[in-house]
């Protein structure tokens, strides 16, 4: 089935430490993104890409990066995880900057 | 600063239609989303606005003034698998999606 995947689906991590989340599609869609969703507050874009071989700052990158080497894989990186990092993260994909964004389906990280 | 707001939660009864409004302030505009979100899940794309009027999709229809920062999802015929968070989304000038927080809403038999 096409679509957008996302992994690990959860985690629980050691402050401190590096993680990396893993996020795939197969629809070929140009742009990318990864957003954070807490409790009470809108989806926040942390990274994006709008083409393969490009990224750019979303509303709150600080802490993340992220690399995109080739059209389906977007993944973000925790350099030393802080326990105001624990959320649920999503990653979408969309044909282009002006279409609908399509979903994972989260990843819920715990940061202790 | 981009703000785009909508009620917390809203509660209505099995059958009956519901109107979830968001409101809207942005640098620039180019297009309004809405989305789904059953608990624990991701969102999922409904529907979308660039222009003034209502878009009506089955049971759900959108409508957006542009010259007022306003526009409304309307569900009628409410069933008790629409108990959701519903999500409005603008896209501002530079083409990245602002959300707002979401509007839970309660279906009650």
């Known amino acids: 089935i096409a679509g957008i995947t996302q992994a690990p689906t959860s985690q629980i991590l050691a402050a401190g430490r590096r993680m990396t989340l893993r996020c795939t599609q197969d629809m070929r869609h140009n742009a990318m993104y990864w957003y954070r969703q807490d409790l009470g507050l809108g989806l926040r874009l942390i990274h994006y890409?709008?083409?393969?071989?490009?990224?750019g700052k979303g509303e709150v990158p600080d802490g993340y990066s992220v690399s995109r080497a080739n059209t389906d894989d977007f993944p973000l990186t925790l350099a030393s995880a802080v326990p105001s990092q624990t959320s649920v993260y999503f990653c979408?994909?969309?044909?282009?900057?002006?279409?609908?964004?399509?979903f994972g389906q989260g990843t819920r990280l715990t940061v202790v | 600063g981009q703000n785009i707001d909508q009620p917390t939660e809203m509660t209505a009864t099995e059958g009956a239609i519901v109107q979830i409004n968001c409101t809207y302030q942005t640098s620039g505009f180019n297009g309004l989303f809405w989305y789904q979100q059953h608990a624990g899940e991701a969102p999922t794309f409904l529907s979308y606005n660039v222009l003034d009027g209502l878009e009506e999709k089955g049971r759900f229809s959108s409508f957006l003034s542009r010259s007022k920062g306003y526009s409304y999802l309307l569900l009628k015929e409410l069933q008790m698998k629409d108990s959701a968070s519903y999500l409005c989304a603008v896209r501002d000038s530079n083409y990245q999606l602002i959300w707002g927080a979401g509007t839970k809403l309660i279906i009650k038999p």
């Open positions: 890409s709008n083409t393969a071989g490009t990224t």
């Open positions: 979408a994909s969309s044909e282009g900057a002006n279409t609908e964004a399509f």
